[in-house]
């Protein structure tokens, strides 16, 4: 069920902004017009690239997130958060942060 949730939420995003599906690590995600990742979905969560400030922010409201560890191998990515289905609720907005703070940090 999240997966197609996942997949609303890119259709939603495709339909709003400029942005496309696409692949990073082999996992589907969401690019913007720069071909820069900025959510993915992976294990049956949803990863946004949020920012190392941003998640020391908001983790503490998600306590199943953690960073992203596409590898497995406990080398977890500081700007990356993975949140279960638990918080799908917030996955739409917290994708737009996503968006965002890539756009920004493409636009410096």
């Known amino acids: 069920m999240s ?17 496309e599906s696409g692949q990073m690590f082999g996992k589907p ?5 720069m071909n820069k990742a900025f959510v993915a979905y992976h ?6 690239k949020l920012g190392v400030e941003e998640i020391a922010k908001v983790k503490a409201g998600y306590p199943l997130g953690k960073n992203w560890d596409p590898s497995g191998k406990n080398r977890a990515m500081k700007d990356w958060l993975a949140l279960p289905s638990t918080y799908v609720e917030d996955w739409e907005s917290l994708a737009k942060v996503a968006l965002d703070f890539v756009e920004n940090a493409s636009a410096k």
């Open 3 to 19: 997966t197609q949730i996942f997949e609303k939420i890119g259709i939603e995003f495709q339909d709003q902004f400029d942005v």
């Open 29 to 33: 995600c969401l690019k913007t017009a």
């Open 43 to 48: 294990n049956e969560r949803m990863v946004f």
